[in-house]
């Protein structure tokens, strides 16, 4: 696509955004932002029953326009392509620079890139959350803090 070409995508995908709805029955919901220009997206995943491809995503969130075109195109192609999670966790910036344009990551890179890191790390919690039941640690934490002992990540938070 040549230049005007991408441009008009964004302007799209800002105003008739596809994906941008917060799902209800979502397996995880993942904010992220960018302090410094406001910039919010979150990014809500459902997976398939075998725990390795996307059934759907969408976002919710609001900033620039490249930040919420570029969450929408990003998600376009996720659910279009029935994404794994491993191929979330393998996607790199390069491959925003593919989606809508190398000058607009270059010009805004936080602002372009925000939705992948967002979805990289939903794709990380998932996976971690879903460890952790198999490895029974929520039965575990729950009979912990009956207790009020505080184990795991909000044991360290508490030193």
Known sequence: MDK???MEQLVEHYRRPRHRYAMADAD???P????????L?????RVD???QVVAEASFDGEGCTISQAAA??????????RWTLDRILEADYHLMEELIGEEVVKLRPRCATL???TLKAAATKYLRDRLRRE?????????NARFGIVTGEGAAADH
Do not use: F, R
């Open 49 to 51: 029953p075998d725990g």
């Open 4 to 6: 005007q070409e991408l």
């Open 72 to 81: 929408d195109i990003l998600l376009d192609v996720v659910n279009e392509e």
């Open 28 to 30: 995880v919901a993942m």
């Open 135 to 143: 490895a029974g640690l929520e039965a575990v934490e729950a009979e």
């Open 32 to 39: 992220g932002g960018n302090p410094g220009c406001g910039d």
């Open 115 to 117: 939705a992948l890191g």
């Open 41 to 45: 997206v979150t990014i809500y995943l």
